[in-house]
């Protein structure tokens, strides 16, 4: 069945960098587009980026731009978030997606926490 | 970038009524393909949202048919025929028409 297992919990400092991974299985991985979507504790879902893993052609939301790097390795059919200079407000439930003609598979979530 | 929001943002129901969640877009969600890309998602607590409905009125594979949504345009409207128990949560319309995804607030469903 289709799956995105993403990677485990993160606490980071502020100021620095925290990499997300998200694993996609039982389709195939490079024919739609997958994004990162995050949810502060107790708020709503805002949109981070997106990813065409065929070609790597990335859009980002721009709250977050120059600060986050979506990126993918088709050998292990895997998408990366990388966000930067991490302050307390990063705090966040960090979801990957596929969207096939929505946002139909949505991964387990990370919980990042930025605490000094 | 499109606005999202919705009404009410807190919907008290009694089980086996109707509810009904209104979306409200910022500009028109009509893409230049014809197609609007309109979707409600549904977030149980503690778990991951979960897609319901796409463009507009289309239900995902194995949502049950108490779930309906309308809407053109703008204007938009999410609703249970007869409110389950299972169905409390928060629920989200989100637009994929232009190339910056968006959310709305959500709209919190709950038992009286």
């Known amino acids: 069945q289709v799956q995105l297992v993403q990677s485990g919990a993160e606490v980071k400092k502020p100021g620095a960098s925290v990499k997300v991974s998200c694993k996609a299985s039982?389709?195939?991985?490079?024919?739609?587009?997958m994004h990162w979507v995050r949810q502060a504790p107790g708020q709503g879902l805002e949109w981070v980026g997106m990813?065409?893993?065929?070609?790597?052609?990335?859009n980002y939301a721009q709250r977050f731009q120059g600060r986050v790097t979506v990126t993918r390795d088709t050998s292990t059919s895997t998408i990366y978030m990388d966000l930067g200079s991490l302050r307390s407000e990063d705090t966040a439930v960090y979801y990957c997606?596929?969207?096939?003609?929505?946002?139909?598979?949505w991964g387990q979530g990370t919980m990042v926490t930025v605490s000094s | 970038d499109i606005v999202m929001t919705q009404t009410p943002l807190s919907s008290p129901v009694t089980l086996g009524q109707p509810a009904s969640i209104s979306c409200r877009s910022s500009?028109?969600?009509?893409?230049?393909?014809?197609?609007?890309?309109l979707s409600w998602l549904q977030q149980r607590p503690g778990q991951p949202p979960r897609l319901l409905i796409y463009?507009?009125?289309n239900r995902l594979s194995g949502v049950p048919d108490r779930f309906s949504g309308s809407g053109a345009g703008t204007d938009f409207t999410l609703k249970i025929s007869r409110v389950e128990a299972e169905d409390v949560g928060v629920y989200y319309c989100m637009q994929a028409t232009q190339p910056l995804w968006s959310f709305g607030p959500g709209t919190k469903l709950e038992i009286k």
């Open positions: 997606v596929r969207d096939r003609f929505a946002f139909d598979v």
């Open positions: 463009k507009i009125s």
């Open positions: 500009q028109s969600l009509v893409h230049s393909d014809g197609n609007t890309y």
């Open positions: 990813i065409h893993p065929s070609d790597g052609t990335t």
């Open positions: 039982g389709y195939t991985f490079t024919t739609y587009y």
